[in-house]
T-cell receptor, first 110, second 114 residues
Framework: AQRVTQPEKLLSVFKGAPVELKCNYS??????LFWYVQYSRQRLQLLLR??SRESIKGFTADLNKGETSFHLKKPFAQEEDSAMYYC????????????FGKGTLLTVNP | DVKVTQSSRYLVKRTGEKVFLECVQD?????MFWYRQDPGLGLRLIYF???????EKGDIPEGYSVSREKKERFSLILESASTNQTSMYLC?????????????FGSGTRLTVV
């Protein structure tokens, strides 16, 4: 079974500080991983895809298969980064089901 | 942009009522999903559909059913609403293999069962 763990329910940092949102997964094969973000009163939207190795809004995430982790990082947090962040996993290929973690609420203080 | 539209933003229903939540997507996506979102529990998959008239149970299907008669529309049905079904319901759609593009979500329906 596939599982996603986000160990922190809440994370609070000051503006300009580095931020890391942790995500660990359990899956025996080669997963495809995503980060989704939900800003206040907005719909859930895709932030990052592991497969495309991109940087969006200054965020990056590296898949570490040895540690089964996909942590989300940003070197300098901004107040507008305050949101709920979800890590999600699919086994890829013809499997279309995404399994989500429970989410981390990030607050960036001025 | 892909649009996933959920018919109601807020809904209040009485215990025992039959409730229909509607979702429509306009980009010819093969897959559609219903999740519920609860604080501290994240998103939990209720049902999904990978083709017209096809459906599969997710992680928490009890008390729910679905219908997909047309490719663009996926309905979630609460046969007899109960107070523990008070939640935010999210619909999503994706291409057949979402590994690259992921899901696109609707804005959600907040259902309150009284």
């Amino acid at each position: 079974a596939q599982r996603v763990t986000q160990p922190e329910k809440l994370l609070s940092v000051f503006k300009g500080a580095p931020v890391e949102l942790k995500c660990n997964y359990s899956y025996s094969g080669s997963p495809e991983l995503f980060w989704y973000v939900q800003y206040s009163r907005q719909r859930l939207q895709l932030l990052l895809r592991h497969i495309s190795r991109e940087s969006i809004k200054g965020f990056t995430a590296d898949l570490n298969k040895g540690e089964t982790s996909f942590h989300l990082k940003k070197p300098f947090a901004q107040e507008e980064d305050s949101a709920m962040y979800y890590c999600a996993l699919t086994s890829g290929g013809s499997n279309y089901k995404l399994t989500f973690g429970k989410g981390t609420l990030l607050t960036v203080n001025p | 942009d892909v649009k996933v539209t959920q018919s109601s933003r807020y809904l209040v229903k009485r215990t025992g009522e039959k409730v229909f939540l509607e979702c429509v997507q306009d980009m010819d996506h093969e897959n559609m999903f219903w999740y519920r979102q609860d604080p501290g529990l994240g998103l939990r998959l209720i049902y999904f559909s990978y083709d017209v008239k096809m459906k599969e149970k997710g992680d928490i299907p009890e008390g729910y059913s679905v219908s997909r008669e047309k490719k663009e529309r996926f309905s979630l049905i609460l046969e007899s609403a109960s107070t523990n079904q008070t939640s935010m319901y999210l619909c999503a759609s994706s291409l057949k293999t979402p590994a690259f593009y992921g899901y696109t979500f609707g804005s959600g329906t907040r259902l309150t069962v009284v």
